[in-house]
């Protein structure tokens, strides 16, 4: 059975309205004024509370304002022996679920509290279903979480693996793809590209040599200069590493990046000889972030060369051969942010 508190500052209000509910085995109690009332309430749980409007110090609708910061659920009804619309407007809107009108009458009394332990027991319920729908969602978030964080790391180890194949079979290079992911994605930071596009162009870079696992070991690291036929195998890379791309569920940017990071702007680069607005943004960073990395870094044919002269080669071709924009983010990381080539492997994160 509920639990009822009945607030009137009127004894004999109290004494009746108790007797009526003990008489129908609810629970009831009884409190003079607002203060007891609130004191009652913070030790005990009531289901329905009744209340008078007009009472010393406290008046019933404070009392309720009160009730409704700590308990939504409760159910209010409100009693008073001026019964206009305004006092009950003001009553609703404070948060009573009913009303009632002095003299009180017993049925209707009763009636009322038993609709009010209806709503209750609904209340109850839907503040449970509530609850438990909220935990549900947390649980589910928490497993996304998990499950992505699972696949990232995953992913991660993969794109590390098929870094490191290339690495081992071309060991002069060893490193240079890293280099390279980094300091595109530095450029593309530099140029305000979107979070994605950096994450992607790091990706891109760390992986973008791998078309070279199809060219003989002898040939990647020969020491002298390379024949046409030598030449023509080493400039398949491209094409290669975009046939294997194109089976991995990633986005379609990677294996078209990869495509496209030996072409140059005036047409003069491979495989396709595209122009300008034909090769997109990420291979014209990567490109170049793969230029100024390869003349930094000593090869069996040729010593280092140094940061001038890898930043003098695309100053000097800003707008020809290497976008301008690109050249000026590039160089300006070197010039003024003081940027000094990033061997680590940084965490790929992947936007899904
Ligand atoms: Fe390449």
New binding site residues.
Partial sequence: MSRVLIVDDEKSMRITLSEFLKKEDYEADTASDAQTALQMLSQTEYDIIVTDIIMPRTSGIELLEKIRESSSTVQIVIMTGEPTVETAVKAVQSGANDYLTKPIHKDIFLKTIRNMEKMKQLTDEKAKLEEENRQYQKSLEEMIVKRTNALQDAMQGIISLLSSVVEIRDPYTAGHQRRVGNLSAAIGEKMKLDEKTVALLRMTGYI??IGKIAIPAEILSKPGTLNDLEIQMIRT??VNGYEMMRNVDLPEVVGETIYQ??ERCDGSGYPKGLERDEISIEAQILMVA?VVEAMMSHRPYRPAMGLSKALEEIETNSGTLYHAEVVAACAGLFHEDNYAIDDSEHKVIFPL
Avoid: G
């Fill in positions: 973008h040599d890379h491209p990071h030996h793969d």
